[in-house]
């Protein structure tokens, strides 16, 4: 497996050639292929696609060369893909997104109405902020303005070293336009439609639009013409255009869509991505949040991959895993993607500023804003090690039931449907449909997938064999709801359906492990952190405060640009550097952070104490309501450093124990660790990183019997200072930006509360246990 990946680098900074240059040395020291070049909430200096801008980009690109990192470009300015940061809907108005709501009242741009048990409905036109992507006059405009700017702009040895485009989230146009549907139900729409229906089925579409959103003779039909219309319709009009551009100059196009995540979400988004899979290059899907969330969709885009290309695919991992996300949590993650045969990876975010906007926008910052970044490389080399062992081809065929989906799906579920991912929707036909088939594929061993219509048009019998493109298949499963023609039925009739089967999960049986006292020291030299919240006091003016017992040297550090700082009276030099008193401080600054509050925290060494008592918390947490007070550095407790002064520490907190060694040793276990990972060495020589759930190490050559010095740093999970402290859940597997104001969206629970913030500190545990396990040199 040709296993690649990449950093998703968010450029939401000035474009500056030396600090752009200095990360992608981050990047590749990091462990990473190369770098996807991602405006998002770029400022605009140079202007966005300006010829200073691509100056300067052109140096980077080719800095990039020099250190052997592959480059791609983002095709936007923010997301999703299309508008060109604005600029394409000020030059071509008529690209932009509409869609149709039923609704009962006259409207006042109606395109049409129709009679339904006795009562009359009408179709609403509604526009929206974003593009039609069914026109196909966008791709061209798209190209012209993005692409060809880029191609033009560039300096020839800069483009020419560009390998890939990268487009986000194009869709049929209700995904984008969520908030604003129709409670009875909405369906994509765009200019020429109506002709199109006509065209390609000889038919009026105002004949079959009833059927779309209530039941009547022939709605099943209906309905799946509609969809696979659409798909088509997306399919040329989109992304071909830009797949072929990109070829025409030896560009790859990958791209993932909205609503991948299983056959129910991708009707009224795109269809079906089998489709669309086989029009891209290099076809990707976005698989975001902590935790593996179903197989099917990576086994999709792997399965088209190699069905219709040449195996490579991609997947944006990771994004929105929140600051509480460690290395153990990223390797599972990315071996989940790869073992189902994704191998061009692009880990989601790296903020090339963070400020505060770039802390709360879907976090984390990876690799060089969380704590853990000096174990990233290790994560990256596991992984690729991981994959050798990985052989993505298939023996099964799998038949999705799309088209069974499409004729009972009403356009009123998409509202009661989470459109972040679609990990709820309603209990429908539909939904009861992509159930069973969900179920089915978790007991299936070895398998591809495909739709109904790519048999239809790819597949033939070949020595006893399905040959669908590239692949051939011993035997193939059709769903329950999978409606082939009568040819693809015939097909597949003359071959074995495979058992399913229930999962069987190989364990591998653990070496033996002694286990003896470890009474661990903790080496206090650490600089220690207070996040502090801050309090608008109007035009753009903050206040904050916070106890000390002492008078205690600080430095005040924010995430933004602050000026005007004030200490207790005094202003505090250019190093935000000072005093604090004892008793109640308070810092005045001013500071601009795009509308929200602040982030910033003081720095020194000392401790953090809280005044009431930690408690467990949600998910893992522990949870105590403060205030908290900074005192001089104390022997803190190594089996709770979080209680015992440092809750909010950054740096790694290293502890140490002189342990005596029966036999030759060959690997050490810490155990009861409460951390994001830990990194160990034996007598000053290094044995590298670990993390759970093993938490082992193996020696670089076997440890004699003897007194031995063991040193483990303990790396604290970024969430304790990052936040958001006062989430109702505390370290969720999925954080939003609307999580950090507090709000309900579709990343909370679906019966959280409307406010989800509590009085609560959240912090995750950081300590260690006085035991050691050890594993001997076998004999």
């Given at each position: 497996m040709n296993l690649r990946f990449y950093s998703l680098w968010a450029i939401n900074a000035p474009l500056e050639e030396g600090r752009l240059c200095r990360q992608l040395d981050v990047l590749r020291s990091a462990g990473f292929d190369g770098a996807v070049f991602h405006p998002r909430y770029y400022p605009n200096v140079p202007p966005y696609l300006?010829?200073?801008?691509?100056?300067?980009?052109?140096?980077v690109i080719l800095y990039a060369k020099s250190i052997g990192m592959e480059f791609w470009i983002y095709d936007e300015d923010g997301w999703p893909s299309g508008t060109v940061g604005g600029q394409l809907l000020e030059r071509y108005p008529q690209d932009g997104q509409q869609w149709a709501d039923l609704v009962a009242e006259a409207p006042a741009e109606s395109l049409g109405s129709f009679e339904h048990a006795g009562r009359r409905w009408h179709l609403a036109r509604r526009r929206g902020a974003g593009v039609d992507y069914l026109n196909p006059d966008l791709a061209l405009h798209f190209l012209e303005m993005?692409?060809?700017?880029?191609?033009?702009?560039?300096?020839?040895?800069?483009?020419?070293?560009?390998?890939?485009?990268?487009?986000?989230?194009?869709?049929?146009?209700?995904?984008h336009a969520y908030n604003r549907l129709s409670p009875l139900g909405s369906i994509p729409w765009t200019r020429g439609l109506l002709e199109l229906y006509q065209s390609h089925y000889g038919q009026p579409i105002e004949e079959i639009l009833p059927l779309l959103f209530f039941p009547g003779d022939g709605d099943r039909a209906a309905r799946v013409k509609f969809w696979e219309l659409l798909t088509d319709r997306f399919c040329e009009a989109f992304v071909k255009p830009i797949d072929q551009w990109c070829r025409r100059f030896g560009k790859r196009f990958t791209a993932h869509v909205k609503g991948e995540e299983h056959p129910l979400f991708q009707v009224p988004m795109i269809g079906s991505c089998h489709q669309v899979f086989q029009n891209l290059g290099?076809?990707?899907?976005?698989?975001?949040?902590?935790?593996?969330?179903?197989?099917?969709?990576p086994r999709q885009v792997a399965s088209a991959a190699q069905q219709f290309g040449n195996g490579d695919c991609m997947a944006e991992a990771f994004g929105g895993a929140g600051w509480g996300a460690g290395p153990g949590d990223l390797e599972r993650y990315l071996q989940w993607l790869v073992g189902?045969?994704?191998n061009h990876l692009v880990l989601h975010l790296f903020q090339s500023n963070l400020s505060t906007h770039a802390i709360h926008d879907w976090p984390a910052s990876i690799p060089a804003h969380v704590n853990w970044r000096d174990a990233f490389a290790e994560v990256i080399a596991r992984v690729r090690r991981f994959a050798k062992s990985v052989e993505p081809r298939a023996d099964?065929?799998?038949?999705?039931?799309?088209?069974?989906?499409?004729?009972?799906?009403?356009?009123?579920e998409l509202l009661q449907t989470n459109i972040h991912n679609a990990s709820t929707y309603p209990d429908t036909a539909a939904g009861r449909i992509n159930r069973d088939f969900l179920k089915l594929i978790k007991s299936v061993h070895g398998y591809d997938i495909s739709d109904e219509r790519s048999i239809e048009q790819h597949g033939r019998l070949e020595n006893g064999r399905l040959r669908l493109g590239n692949c051939s298949y011993r035997s193939v499963i059709v769903a329950e709801g999978a409606r082939l023609n009568d040819a693809a039925r015939q097909l597949v009739a003359e071959l074995p359906t495979a058992v399913a089967v229930e999962s069987v999960r190989v364990v591998a049986t653990p070496p033996p492990v002694d286990f003896c006292a470890a009474?661990?020291?903790?080496?206090?030299?650490?600089?220690n952190s207070l996040v502090l919240e801050a309090v608008p006091l109007g035009g753009q003016r903050f206040s904050t405060t916070f106890e000390a017992s002492q008078s205690i040297e600080l430095e005040v550090g924010f995430a933004d640009i602050a000026e005007g700082i004030i200490m207790n009276g005094s202003a505090l030099g250019h190093n935000s550097r000072g005093v604090c008193v004892p008793g109640r401080n308070e810092i005045h600054f001013g500071c601009s952070a795009g509308g929200l509050i602040p982030f910033l925290a003081v720095h020194g060494q000392f401790?953090?104490?809280?005044?009431?008592?930690?408690?467990d918390g949600p998910n893992g947490t522990v949870i105590t309501e403060g205030p908290f007070t900074i005192e001089p550095t104390s022997a803190a407790q190594p089996v709770d450093f979080v209680a015992t002064g440092y809750p909010f520490c950054r740096e790694p907190l290293t502890v140490q124990s002189d342990i005596e060694f029966k036999?030759?040793?060959?690997?050490?276990?810490?155990?009861g660790v409460r951390a994001d990972c830990a990194h160990v060495t034996i007598d000053d020589v290094d044995c590298g990183w670990c993390w759970g759930p093993d938490w082992s190490v193996r020696l670089p050559s076997a440890a004699p019997a003897g007194p031995h010095k063991i040193v483990v740093r303990l790396i604290p999970s970024t969430f304790n200072f990052f936040g958001p402290h006062h989430h109702i859940d505390g370290d969720r597997y999925i954080i939003s930006p609307e999580q950090y104001e507090y709000i309900k969206n579709f990343a909370d629970r679906p019966d959280a509360p409307q406010n989800t913030r509590t009085t609560f500190w959240h912090f995750k545990s950081v300590g260690i246990d006085d035991l050691l396990g050890l594993v001997a040199v076998p004999a």
């Open positions: 300006s010829d200073q801008y691509m100056a300067v980009l052109s140096r993005t692409h060809e700017r880029y191609r033009l702009g560039l300096e020839p040895s800069a483009f020419e070293h560009v390998t890939t485009f990268f487009c986000d989230e194009p869709e049929f146009g209700l995904g290099l076809p990707g899907i976005d698989a975001l949040e902590r935790f593996p969330s179903g197989d099917f969709f189902n045969g994704v099964t065929l799998v038949v999705a039931p799309y088209r069974g989906i499409m004729e009972t799906y009403a356009p009123w009474k661990w020291n903790f080496l206090p030299d650490v600089v401790a953090v104490r809280s005044r009431t008592t930690f408690v036999m030759a040793m060959a690997q050490t276990q810490l155990v």
